[in-house]
């Protein structure tokens, strides 16, 4: 896929340059903490993140909570992972028992249903 950057921006059609060189300049910004705050719009099937699958972040999200003594002493960053997975697993299944309202599940239900709370 090519995008084009217009004074900073991504837009398509404009100078064209491929995407990593681009995502890699956000990235670098990102990591040296030049921006507070990214957001962007997710157009067609384009999205940006930096792991294969979504539940791969659980184990970085993990670390983190090591590292700022926010996760338990017992609790490593991949039992964080597979709690975290596991209580999505549940959360979805309340949505998918007979007589639920369909929906996506919330976060508040995934973390609501977390091992140890």
């Given amino acids: 896929m090519v995008i084009g950057t217009v004074r900073g921006g991504m837009s398509s059609g404009a100078a064209e340059t491929t995407a990593p060189d681009?995502?890699?300049?956000?990235?670098a910004r990102l990591e040296a903490g030049a921006i507070d705050l990214f957001t962007?719009?997710?157009?067609?099937?384009?999205?940006?993140?930096?792991?294969?699958?979504?539940?791969?972040?659980?184990?970085r999200l993990g670390r983190r909570l090591r590292a700022t003594g926010l996760l338990a002493d017992h609790v490593s960053a991949r039992d964080f992972a597979r709690g975290r997975r596991e209580a999505e697993r549940q959360a979805r299944r309340l949505h998918q028992a007979p007589g639920a309202a369909w929906g996506e599940c919330t976060l508040e239900e995934i973390w609501a249903a977390m091992p140890g709370r």
Avoid: S
């Avoid at 681009?22 to 990235?27: M, P």
């Avoid at 962007?40 to 294969?52: E, G, H, K, S």
């Fill in 22 to 27: 681009v995502f890699g300049d956000v990235r």
């Fill in 40 to 59: 962007c719009d997710v157009f067609d099937t384009l999205l940006w993140r930096p792991v294969a699958e979504p539940h791969h972040l659980f184990v």
